[in-house]
C-alpha cells in the first residue's frame, strides 16, 4: 500500500509541475517559414567544419558522391 500512495504522490508531483505552462499563441506566415526551409542548406557549415575540424579544403565544392 505504501508504493502505491508513493506512486501516486509521484505522478501528481509531475502533472502538478506541468500545469503552470502556459500556451502563448503566435503568427504563422506559412510563405515565410517555406522560404526560410528552402533557404537552408550545409554547404557553408559543412564546408566550414571541414576546414576548421580536418585542414581540408575540397578542390570542387559541392563533394561529388
Same mark, same amino acid.
Given at each position: 500500500m505504501k508504493f502505491a500512495s508513493f506512486l501516486t504522490m509521484r505522478l501528481a508531483t509531475c502533472f502538478a509541475g506541468c500545469a503552470p505552462? !502556459?500556451?502563448?499563441?503566435?503568427?504563422?506566415?506559412?510563405? !515565410?517559414i517555406a522560404a526560410q526551409l528552402e533557404a537552408r542548406s550545409l554547404?557553408?557549415?559543412? @564546408?566550414a567544419w571541414m @576546414? @576548421? !575540424? +580536418?585542414?581540408?579544403?575540397? !578542390? +570542387?565544392?559541392?563533394?561529388? +558522391?
Open positions: 505552462s !502556459a500556451y502563448h499563441p503566435a503568427p504563422v506566415a506559412p510563405q !515565410a554547404d557553408d557549415p559543412l @564546408r @576546414r @576548421r !575540424a +580536418t585542414g581540408f579544403e575540397p !578542390a +570542387t565544392w559541392p563533394l561529388a +558522391t
